[in-house]
């Protein structure tokens, strides 16, 4: 079975310049989460999503960060214009909200580097 | 505020040598705390959900405890192949949103 799905899974880019991640959650899974890895700040979470709506947003750095879902399999996290210190390892994880609480699987990442 | 503290930072032992990790958390309504294993350039991999003081989970050689103050995650007779970053992770109150620690990094040499 797959599991969470991330593309591309390196991207380097000139400051200015407009990025757009990509994800693809566990099938029947309802729930998805951005993240964003830092050695200094460790996983952040950005924003998630519940059912394809936004629930918690309050994560996103500032306007230039901006995230869809436009359907139950796909959900894009863009940043623009991109800044050097966009710079880390962005994750996608992927819940299904059956229970009490919820187990978020991983996908492997995206690494980001701005220029 | 919520907050999940793990320790030590690092952590390097020789095969074979046990010992333990630690997650202490204090947060308001304890739903589930999560221990997860991350290798270089991958994502975290999900390893145990612990749900209420006193819950045991294990896995291979490792085995996880919850109090209500903190867990810990035992490494029995560790192997290479356990060297990675755990981190611990927190869900509390009524979201779904977890609250994770910074991680220990696990060194076992041969």
């Known amino acids: 079975d797959a599991g969470v799905i991330q593309s591309p899974r390196h991207e380097v880019t000139e400051m200015g310049q407009e990025v757009t991640l990509r994800c693809k959650p566990i099938?029947?899974?309802?729930?998805l989460f951005w993240y964003r890895q830092t050695m200094m700040r460790g996983l952040e979470l950005l924003i998630y999503?519940?059912?394809?709506?936004?629930?918690?947003d309050s994560g996103m750095p500032e306007d230039r960060f901006s995230a869809k879902m436009p359907n139950a399999s796909f959900s894009t996290l863009k940043i623009q214009p991109s800044e050097p210190r966009d710079s880390a390892v962005y994750f996608c994880?992927?819940?299904?909200?059956?229970?009490?609480?919820?187990?978020?699987?991983f996908g492997p990442g995206t690494r980001l580097t701005v220029l | 505020e919520d907050q999940v503290t793990q320790s030590p930072e690092a952590l390097r032992l020789q095969e074979g040598e046990s010992s333990s990790l630690n997650c202490s958390y204090t947060?308001?309504?304890?739903?589930?705390l999560f221990w997860y294993r991350q290798d270089p350039g991958k994502g975290p991999e999900f390893l145990f959900t612990?749900?209420?003081?006193?819950e045991e989970k294990e896995k291979e050689r490792l085995k996880a405890t919850l109090t209500k103050k903190e867990s810990f995650l035992h490494i029995t007779a560790p192997k290479p192949e356990d060297s990675a970053t755990y981190l611990c992770?927190?869900?509390?109150?009524?979201?779904?949103?977890?609250?994770w620690g910074l991680g220990t990094s696990l060194a076992v040499n041969p």
């Open positions: 994880a992927s819940s299904s909200t059956s229970g009490w609480v919820d187990t978020q699987y």
């Open positions: 099938s029947g899974h309802n729930s």
């Open positions: 999503f519940n059912n394809n709506v936004p629930i918690d």
């Open positions: 947060v308001s309504g304890l739903r589930g």
């Open positions: 612990l749900y209420s003081a006193g």
């Open positions: 992770a927190v869900g509390a109150g009524n979201n779904r949103k977890l609250i």
